[in-house]
């Protein structure tokens, strides 16, 4: 299993820029972006002794708390304070920081909760997998006896 990308990262599109007196408001759209978990590819040892399957078949890996791939929008305002000189500029700048600095923050909870989600879910598989192995040396034990016995 490997991982489509490496990065967890944000995508924005250009920002949106409005002026109203000595006050500055940049608008952000943003994606989110988690790479994908693809099962294809070859696979790293488990250690010296172990043998490896190096290819499990193909697919993408779905788990059950999914990212909007809509837009969000994140706001940052810039104020010039009474007496200093309004740079338009440097208002820009400063409303975009913020603006990327709320996106960021409205965007860790979300990722927090999609990559529990992914690791409980492949916990789980590996739960299901134990339980699976377990009955199938049970099931082969008792076929080998009654080949014994005949």
Not at 35 to 55: E, F, I
Not at 69 to 92: I, K, M, Q
Not at 112 to 137: I, P
Request: with cysteine; aromatic share 10%; hydrophobic share 35%.
């Amino acid at each position: 299993m490997n991982f489509l990308g490496n990065k967890i990262k944000l995508s924005f599109t250009r920002p949106k820029f409005t002026k109203n007196g000595n006050k500055i408001t940049c608008q952000l759209k943003y994606r989110i972006v988690v790479p994908s978990v693809n099962s294809c590819s070859s696979h790293k040892s488990l250690g010296n002794d172990s043998a490896v399957v190096t290819d499990f078949g193909c697919g993408v890996y779905n788990n059950s708390v999914n990212i909007p791939s809509d837009f969000f929008v994140a706001t940052g305002v810039a104020v010039c304070n009474e007496g200093d000189t309004f740079d338009n500029n440097l208002g820009r700048k400063m409303a975009e920081a913020r603006a990327e600095s709320a996106a960021y923050s409205h965007a860790a909870p979300i990722v927090k909760k999609y990559v529990q989600s992914l690791a409980e879910d492949l916990l789980n598989m590996s739960y299901d997998f134990a339980a699976k192995s377990d009955g199938v040396r049970r099931h082969n034990k008792e076929y080998v006896n009654d080949l014994i016995n005949g």
